[in-house]
């Protein structure tokens, strides 16, 4: 389309910013990489739960 200059927006605040980037500032970077580790460990613990629980039926059993 005419008249759009190809831009992205940041991936954290939404922010237009350069094609070739992802985020606006170090600080969304920041932002960014501190809620996929929270995401992280959150995913771990589950598994490490869904691990203790068949654990414990698998004792259960029989
Ligand atoms: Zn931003």
Redesign the pocket.
């Known amino acids: 389309m005419p008249g759009i200059i190809p831009h992205r927006h940041?991936i954290?605040?939404g922010?237009a910013i350069e094609p070739d980037k992802t985020?606006?500032?170090d600080n969304?970077q920041k932002e960014y990489e501190k809620e996929r580790k929270k995401q992280r460990n959150f995913t771990l613990m589950m598994f490490a739960l869904l691990f203790l629980v068949l654990m414990f039926l698998m004792a259960m059993g029989h």
């Open positions: 940041c954290v605040c922010k985020f606006c500032s969304c």
